[in-house]
Each structure stands twice: as structure tokens, then as C-alpha cells.
T-cell receptor, first 113, second 116 residues
Framework: ETGVTQSPTHLIKTRGQQVTLRCSSQ?????VSWYQQALGQGPQFIFQ???????GRGNFPPRFSGLQFPNYSSELNVNALELDDSALYLC????????????FGSGTQLSVL | AQSVAQPEDQVNVAEGNPLTVKCTYS??????LFWYVQYPNRGLQFLLK??????LVKGSYGFEAEFNKSQTSFHLKKPSALVSDSALYFC??????????????FGTGTRLKVLA
């Protein structure tokens, strides 16, 4: 077990709604990355936060946004939900931003109806 | 652009037999390669990584991986499979974006089924 916890574990929303997913990183880790894992696919990089600043973003639209707090926990916010946003959202923490080893949470399964 | 490919969606192996899960990569420069495992309803767990050094990398749970530069492969292996090894395995390469961010690019995953 890693020390990364995510909440909620499951969520059902309807198209057009907004959602906030939460992640508590492993103790001592100052970097959080978020990944989207669609069914049958590998995880895809959404963005990364290092010391409370976004320092990299994947190919996701601006309606995907995030925050990192002083205790290094993090939120992923998605506005104007679309059906294709249905996926497992994974949070991963690491120490430093070089990401030589990621520690993943169990994920939040989001279903958009 | 960096990428990895996992050519097999599923690999079946009998318990006690050796297993191999294949991965090929395409990178510019020196590759940083990883294997992660995902059990049902769980996040990904780190198995091993290759950065430099010996081509045979040893990792968790008795797994190892062989880096082959000429074949651009990084296959995951285990000498004797256990039923508990049944899971989804992901190969990944670490990429550096122009912003300087280090991110992972994952393959599509290979489901390993170990049969008793």
C-alpha cells in the first residue's frame, strides 16, 4: 500500500456538471501528478503540481484544472463534464519533480451520464 | 515523441512456468523505462525501473526486466509465475516536456493471467 489516498472512490455525475476530486499525497512528497485512465487504456498525463505551482500539463482542455495546497494535498476540478470524461482518475505523488518513482492512489472512478 | 508499445493485450501462463510481458519503446536520447502493476480496484504499483547500468534490472515480487538497446525492448520477466501475479501490467517511459516537466507515457497494458 502506498500512502496516497483519494476521495471519493466512485462518483456519478451528469453531463454539464462540475466535479472535484481529492488526493492526499504520501508524507514527505511535494509533487502531485494527475492521470486519466479510460477503460482499456493506459493512464494519460493531465498535469503536475510541484510546491503548489502547476509545472506541466498534458493534452487536456482548460476545463481540467487543479490545485495543490501547502500540505501538498491536491484537487482536480473538471467543469462542464462530458461523457468522454468517464474514466478512472489517478493521483500520484513523488518527492521532487523528476518523478523517478511514482506512488499512486487507488483512484476515483468517475461516471458521466 | 517518446512512446511505448505493448503488443499483447493478454498473456496466459501456467503457474510455475516462466513469464514474459513484452514492451518496446521509441525515444530520443537515453530512455528512462518503468514497469508498473495494477491489481483490481487498486492504483498502479511500481515494480522496477531502468535508467542506466546493467541491462538486467531486478524489481519487486521476483520480477526482472531486460533492457535491449538494439531491439528497443524492455520485456518484463519472472522465472516462475504465481497465480497472485495475475494483474494488469503497464510499461512506461519518462518524458520531458518543453516546460521541463517530467511525465510518464504509459503503454496500453497487458493483462497477465496465471492459471493454476
Amino acid at each position: 500500500e502506498t500512502g496516497v489516498t483519494q476521495s471519493p472512490t466512485h462518483l456519478i455525475k451528469t453531463r454539464g456538471q462540475q466535479v472535484t476530486l481529492r488526493c492526499s499525497s504520501q508524507s514527505g512528497h511535494n509533487t502531485v501528478s494527475w492521470y486519466q485512465q479510460a477503460l482499456g487504456q493506459g493512464p494519460q498525463f493531465i498535469f503536475q503540481y510541484y510546491r503548489e505551482e502547476e509545472n506541466g500539463r498534458g493534452n487536456f482542455p482548460p476545463r481540467f484544472s487543479g490545485l495543490q495546497f501547502p500540505n501538498y494535498s491536491s484537487e482536480l476540478n473538471v467543469n462542464a463534464l462530458e461523457l468522454d470524461d468517464s474514466a478512472l482518475y489517478l493521483c500520484a505523488s513523488s518527492w521532487g519533480h523528476t518523478n523517478e518513482k511514482l506512488f499512486f492512489g487507488s483512484g476515483t472512478q468517475l461516471s458521466v451520464l | 515523441a517518446q512512446s511505448v508499445a505493448q503488443p499483447e493485450d493478454q498473456v496466459n501462463v501456467a503457474e510455475g512456468n516462466p513469464l514474459t510481458v513484452k514492451c518496446t519503446y521509441s525515444v530520443s536520447g537515453n530512455p528512462y523505462l518503468f514497469w508498473y502493476v495494477q491489481y483490481p480496484n487498486r492504483g498502479l504499483q511500481f515494480l522496477l525501473k531502468y535508467i542506466t547500468g546493467d541491462n538486467l534490472v531486478k524489481g519487486s515480487y521476483g520480477f526482472e526486466a531486460e533492457f535491449n538497446k538494439s531491439q528497443t525492448s524492455f520485456h518484463l520477466k519472472k522465472p516462475s509465475a504465481l497465480v497472485s501475479d495475475s494483474a494488469l501490467y503497464f510499461c512506461a517511459v519518462r518524458d520531458i516536456a518543453t516546460s521541463g516537466t517530467y511525465k510518464y507515457i504509459f503503454g496500453t497494458g497487458t493483462r497477465l493471467k496465471v492459471l493454476a
